[in-house]
């Protein structure tokens, strides 16, 4: 699916003669022709006779739109501005068939657009014929249509839609693009909510692999709808509040010539006649472009790892929130400026997006997101010894196992009552080798992490910026200095002491919403056991 | 560089014992006392005798910053904001030796932070000592300072700084990080004009290799510090449009599991047992996501290309500004949307960016963008007919080759004035198979390329939405229809009819400023030859 078309040029296909050109016109012809001798016929079987239908011209399926004309007079209104048309003349919707029922001389159909639904109602009269009603009535669900209709005041409310207090009388209907038959999930079924009352256990659930294997029809419920909207809005949050406060977006290479941190969970990536890899991080690039005096920046794209961990919450393949800044004389001015970002992205999802959520909430059961301002800092050591207190043996210099991390979200959340909170001054002994070491105590690190519901969202710290200390760690470490050799080079040329973080996107928007798998943030997940679609 | 703490235990590095960590804040108390040696060492270098040095307090080398306190009484002033401190007290400000000299009692030292520079001067006095002086004079180019100075106005400009009006009276300097004496490339070297006047062949000049590999110096010239944050600001001024005019942004799979047309210029990754492949574009997901009801989506993101081009306008890897839109009834609703976005990215950049188009013309030559508004809309074949006046032979079929495009946009420029124009109607036969034919004429296609100063920085059209007419057209190109079941099965849940386009990033910034080099505007560029840094 290459759009260059110098790339389309060498992609081995033959340029179509014109001879193939006109057949190809026959064949566009014929295929016009079918669709509307399909809509005669759908017309007449409708009818079951050959009886004159004198709606005939007021329904049926559409031909194929290929941008022949522009139809301008056709004004289309999005469903939720149907309330300012009440009471007032025809207008035209464009929507999907939800579901669509004719019983004797009514068809009952609703109509959805995004998370918006509307009654239509067709009944046969001086408009509306009877072959009309039948076929209103069998168009497959998940169609496209168009239809004419007036907007009515109704006189008790519409439970099942959105818009409850009118539904659309149809006078014309059109199938724009029709649904097969048969569809793989029910909208219905994957839009079911999670804690709805089924003590028959008759209500159908649809499971994660059949919503990821029909994922376009699986992306149409309310819920997801609302979360990749949402999803949209951190990002947006992210690159304007940094915006805001100086930063200037970058972007990194993925593929790179060095694994470099001795090649564990990295991809390979053949590279003409050599061999690559694709970036884990952006880390080494962001912290070049702060040698390199862009003092603030931020990067949002694709970060890869190879683990095969197949949890909850790990993904091969996903976006990364990256951010790095230069400081004067402390870490601790960018660990708030991180802290104070998640704030202000916390509040614009409050303030901005507070319709998603509450559609996400319809169907799964979503906690609102508590967080404080400032928000709260504890040390690791704290950590430590609230988790000591509720019983758990754990190290010093020992590293969070999941529950633990778990855990300590919960104690946190007990006693501070909020979501979000920042560990600063990890043990060195569990940190990368250049992390900056603290200067007041050698057990610890100046790094940190941050947690959403006790989940960690990012990890960061104080970056190394002198190169000999840096080797000096690394060997420390074991790690063979030939290898990192351009990474400690770039800190020759002077470099300002900096820190930063890495977050991970689709974790965020998870954790935020208290779903439960991230692959539900992740528009098209990539897993160990998944590529496709 | 992973910041996963959960890769970090998987990537083999051994914990620090309690042991090694004492060592190790031995070797860091250590660095600290070399730090300080050498200050002093420096300070008696100077000196030249071991006579006593009134200023010893006030300058030397730092030690290395590692976050010990936050110093938080001093206040730091940026080079830009200098002009409001003339005549007043002390200010601290960091920033860069970008040259120093010492020549008897003086020294004049320039402070370069970013694109802004200062004069500096400090002479022996009561507050300065010759130790000082010299001290201040020996201090490698690029390394990274800190100095308490008073702003002082000046009687005669200082051409060669960007602060002309005022000069910093240094009390104390202190080297914050060290740059290497030896510096692969003088920054003065790399941001001379490309058309000074250089009569004897004197200047040395910075060829585009030394540059990428250097790319950490290289990217502090003034004008590459304003190349990129105009890049950033391209960025977000297509998201901020695309949002204003109701579009989501998405993200779309870097990893896929099958090349989508045929395979050729593909990456190849390695994938747990399997194999996968890098995406050319993401134009299959956008169009997934449109089948899926967001209507209008768009996507930044990295966009691979196995392509062993090595010209002036590729690279194997670069960012993608995607977008696709569902129309009623006419692409031109989204080819006007696409024409109008480009409209408004040119005058914010115009509008915005004045300051960064100034530096980069400071270096390079750079002829303001001309722009239409609408934006010009040619027919393919009225491009034809320009350059077949212009006496080139061109078939009607037949793809505009780079010269002819070059050309074609002289004549549109010399004809309209507009550095920036759209051809629509580009020959069905050089299109890819799912492009949607001209209705109105078979040799044409509902499609469209997008230009700047010449060189093709969008190409898109309107999609085949019908999934029996893509199977025929895809039939028609020979492919494999096997091979591209998943893609026809996305429209058979109903599709509205879309168009779309990608636009690469670097190209836009390259045209915009009329640079000769698409290396230029990528931070880290890759192409065949090219995988570092």
Avoid at 170 to 189: G, M, N, T
Avoid at 202 to 223: E, F, G
Avoid at 224 to 246: M, P
Avoid at 500 to 527: A, C, H, Q, W
Wanted: with cysteine; aromatic share 8%.
């Amino acid at each position: 699916m290459v759009e260059d078309k110098e790339n389309t040029a060498s992609a081995g296909q033959e340029p179509v003669s014109k001879k193939a050109a006109k057949k190809q016109a026959k064949l566009a012809k014929k295929a016009e022709h079918k669709a509307d001798t399909a809509a005669a016929l759908a017309a007449n079987e409708a009818a079951g006779d050959s009886a004159a239908d004198h709606a005939a011209a007021r329904y049926g399926l559409s031909e194929m739109i290929q941008s022949k004309d522009k139809r301008s007079e056709r004004e289309f209104v999005t469903v939720s501005d149907l309330n300012a048309h009440v009471g007032k003349g025809l207008v035209w919707v464009r929507g999907r068939v939800h579901t669509t029922r004719a019983k004797g001389k009514q068809c009952f159909l609703i109509l959805r657009q995004q998370s918006s639904t509307v009654q239509c109602i067709l009944a046969v009269g001086d408009i509306i014929s009877k072959q009309m009603v039948k076929f209103a009535g069998n168009i497959p669900k998940e169609s496209i249509i168009d239809i004419q209709a007036k907007a009515v005041a109704v006189p008790t409310k519409i439970e099942s839609c959105t818009e409850q207090l009118l539904e659309l009388s149809v006078e014309q209907i059109f199938v724009i693009s029709q649904a097969k038959a048969q569809l793989p999930l029910q909208i219905e079924d994957a839009s079911r909510p999670e804690n709805a009352d089924d003590a028959e256990g008759l209500n159908i659930r649809v499971n994660q692999d059949t919503r990821l294997d029909n994922r376009v029809l699986d992306l149409r419920t309310p819920a997801n709808q609302a979360i990749f909207r949402l999803e949209a809005g951190v990002c947006r949050l992210f690159r304007d509040i940094l915006t805001e406060k100086g930063f200037t977006e970058i972007h990194t290479p993925k593929i790179i010539s060095a694994a470099s941190e001795g090649g564990a969970n990295v991809f390979t990536v053949s590279y003409f006649k050599d061999s690559a890899y694709l970036a884990q991080s952006p880390q080494l690039y962001k912290q070049m472009a702060i040698a390199a005096d862009f003092d603030k920046v931020y990067t949002v794209g694709a970060v890869f790892r190879a683990e095969d961990s197949n949890t909850h919450r790990h993904l091969t393949e996903f976006v990364g929130l990256d951010l790095e800044m230069a400081f004067k004389y402390h870490y601790h001015e960018v660990l708030h400026t991180i802290g104070n970002t998640f704030t202000a992205i916390f509040k614009g999802l409050r303030d901005k997006y507070s319709r998603e959520i509450e559609a996400v909430g319809q169907q799964y059961k979503v906690e609102p997101f508590k967080f404080l301002e400032p928000p709260l800092i504890l040390q690791f050591a704290e950590g430590v010894a609230m988790l000591r207190e509720a019983g758990i043996e754990t190290g010093d210099e020992e590293d969070l196992s999941t529950p633990n991390e778990k855990l300590l979200g919960r104690l946190v959340k007990a006693k501070y009552d909020t979501d979000f909170y920042i560990l600063d001054k990890f043990p060195l002994a569990i940190r990368p080798f250049y992390t900056m070491p603290d200067p007041n105590n050698p057990m610890y690190s100046n790094s940190y992490d941050m947690f959403m519901r006790g989940e960690e969202i990012l990890s960061g710290a104080q970056r190394i910026h002198d190169p000999e200390y840096l080797i000096e760690r690394a060997k420390h470490h074991g790690i063979d200095i030939t290898k990192i050799a351009a990474y400690i080079e770039s800190f020759r040329y002077g470099c300002p002491p900096h820190a930063g973080g890495g977050i991970g996107m689709e974790r965020v928007v998870m954790l935020y919403l208290g779903l439960d798998n991230i692959r539900k943030t992740s528009m098209f997940p990539r897993d160990p056991k998944r590529l496709t679609p």
